[in-house]
T-cell receptor, first 113, second 112 residues
Framework: DQQVKQNSPSLSVQEGRISILNCDYTNSMFDYFLWYKKYPAEGPTFLIS?????DKNEDGRFTVFLNKSAKHLSLHIVPSQPGDSAVYFCAASGSGNTGKLIFGQGTTLQVKP | DGGITQSPKYLFRKEGQNVTLSCEQNLNHDAMYWYRQDPGQGLRLIYYSQIVNDFQKGDIAEGYSVSREKKESFPLTVTSAQKNPTAFYLCASSGVQGSPLHFGNGTRLTVT
């Protein structure tokens, strides 16, 4: 049973436009959500996070939105750049241990110049 | 330069052999984790350790073992009991509670 789902395996956008990556979860006990970015043959790097007490968190070009009633979060990248091309994973934690994460399957983002 | 070092980057083994993956960190983090990634899937937690000489099973611990004798080191042994050992293995660490995970660059293990 997949508790965190990223239903779009891939996304392609034009440079300068907005990229929107989506993530759904089923466990209402999750209270902390993160996005990681991963290049091939490298480990994921932390991008941005949001606590369940908030509905939006912004960091430069990256904004994460959380809709608890819909159990849905999204990552917005504006403007998208070719260097943003990578696999993006959303992850959730509910155990109080933010290292014990449940990851989605990942979405491969391609930003075309 | 602080970070997490996983070695080797690529590892090949014959079926039936145990193999140990190395993970070293110089970030002075208390907690360390092992995740596994398979194609088309997210990362899944194998084992984690929040303090030296203590560790807990994650979601897919069967066929794996770990030790945490030093703060800096958290080696993972993939035993012959692991039915599907071929995967990309990622080690991570975290500092204070609530801080995000730092990942190493992974070890790709191929068992034939």
């Amino acid at each position: 049973d997949q508790q965190v789902k990223q239903n779009s395996p891939s996304l392609s956008v034009q440079e300068g436009r907005i990229s929107i990556l989506n993530c759904d979860y089923t466990n209402s006990m999750f209270d902390y959500f993160l996005w990681y970015k991963k290049y091939p043959a490298e480990g994921p790097t932390f991008l941005i996070s949001i606590s369940s007490i908030k509905d939006k968190n912004e960091d430069g070009r990256f904004t994460v939105f959380l809709n608890k009633s819909a159990k849905h979060l999204s990552l917005h990248i504006v403007p998208s750049q070719p260097g943003d091309s990578a696999v993006y994973f959303c992850a959730a934690s509910g155990s109080g241990n933010t290292g014990k994460l449940i990851f989605g399957q990942g979405t491969t983002l391609q930003v075309k110049p | 330069d602080g970070g997490i070092t996983q070695s080797p980057k690529y590892l090949f083994r014959k079926e039936g052999q145990n193999v140990t993956l190395s993970c070293e960190q110089n970030l002075n983090h208390d907690a360390m984790y092992w995740y596994r990634q398979d194609p088309g899937q997210g990362l899944r937690l194998i084992y984690y350790s929040q303090i030296v000489n203590d560790f807990q099973k994650g979601d897919i611990a069967e066929g794996y073992s770990v030790s945490r004798e030093k703060k800096e080191s958290f080696p993972l042994t993939v035993t012959s009991a692991q039915k599907n050992p071929t995967a990309f293995y990622l080690c991570a660490s975290s500092g204070v509670q609530g801080s995000p995970l730092h990942f190493g660059n992974g070890t790709r293990l191929t068992v034939t």
